[in-house]
């Protein structure tokens, strides 16, 4: 079986199952690198073959003709290439670390990644604001407008009256907005471990993936990580959250938090 692999629109190979089986366990050939070989109508990401596994045991029908990789791996057979030589095998060995995560993935766009960010905070608050609201008094607003409404940054004197004033608020309020924050992070816990999408990200229908293989990354990355610890950190320095966000301008359009978890937001085909 000779099998051609592909990778940005370049083309090798071919190779033997052997060889291709080699460098998936070396590294050298990704899960989200192309594949075509005798028996495929196109082109499919080796992860999409293998299940997810870094070993190929394929089964097929013999095919005419090899179809041309393209980004979307969508496009028709054309005339197969016979070979190809020892110059393309090295240039496919060096490529860069860039190149393996992009070649079978569509980069999520910022709007679509800034409105599921918005969907998720609204999902907490919203309903967090509700809760807290069935607790509060017209009287507790006013005094409190009062006192934080006197200067924009609260002396000392000002913080205990406010200390002061929310020591008055009912115990079940805490437990109430404290039950549904732990359900709302479960719920979304769950979900990035099933499919590397949060409940906003579902809605728009991108998700996150290990920068690497293209899979669905660890909880620990996917959520602790891009989550939890991005949000202790936003709290005690909220002008990181503009830091964090500027980076979405940059290559592959990853944030600082993408970064440090080794992941990408992609689009759901």
């Known amino acids: ?47 999409n073959l293998t299940n997810g596994q870094l070993v190929y045991q394929p089964s097929g029908s013999p095919f005419q003709s090899q179809p041309v ?28 670390q860039s190149a393996r995560s992009t070649v079978a993935f569509k980069l999520a766009s910022v709007n679509k990644r800034v409105l599921a960010k918005i969907i998720d905070i609204l999902l907490l608050w919203l309903p967090s604001s509700f809760i807290f609201g069935q607790f509060v008094s017209p009287e507790f ?7 934080a409404g006197q200067s924009v940054m609260p002396t000392p004197e000002q913080q205990e009256q406010l200390l002061n004033l929310l020591g008055t608020l ?3 309020l805490f437990w109430a907005v ?21 409940i906003g990200k579902k809605a728009l229908k991108i998700k996150i993936v290990d920068e690497q293989n293209g899979q669905i990354p660890p909880l620990t990355r996917s959520f602790l990580i891009r989550s939890i ?8 320095a909220f002008f990181f959250i503009i830091i964090d966000f500027a980076f979405i301008f940059s290559e592959r ?10 992941t990408l937001v992609v689009d759901v085909d």
Do not use: C
Not at 178 to 195: H, M, R
């Open 229 to 236: 610890v991005f949000i202790i950190i936003n709290y005690f």
């Open 178 to 198: 404290g039950i549904y924050t732990l359900l709302y992070f479960v719920v979304q816990a769950f979900f990035l471990y099933k499919s590397g999408q949060s």
């Open 69 to 96: 990789p393209t980004q979307s791996s969508q496009s028709q057979p054309a005339a197969a290439t016979t070979s190809v030589n020892k110059h393309n095998k090295n240039a496919w060995a060096s490529h860069n």
């Open 1 to 47: 079986m000779q099998i051609y692999l592909a990778r940005n629109n370049e083309q090798a190979g071919p190779y033997s199952l052997e060889q291709v089986n080699q460098m998936l366990a070396s590294g050298q050939v990704v899960l989200t690198d192309l594949a075509w070989h005798e028996g495929m109508s196109e082109w499919q990401p080796l992860g």
């Open 141 to 147: 607003v006013r005094q409190y407008q009062t006192i």
């Open 253 to 262: 359009r990853r944030t600082l938090h993408d970064r440090m978890a080794k």
């Open 170 to 172: 009912p115990s079940g």
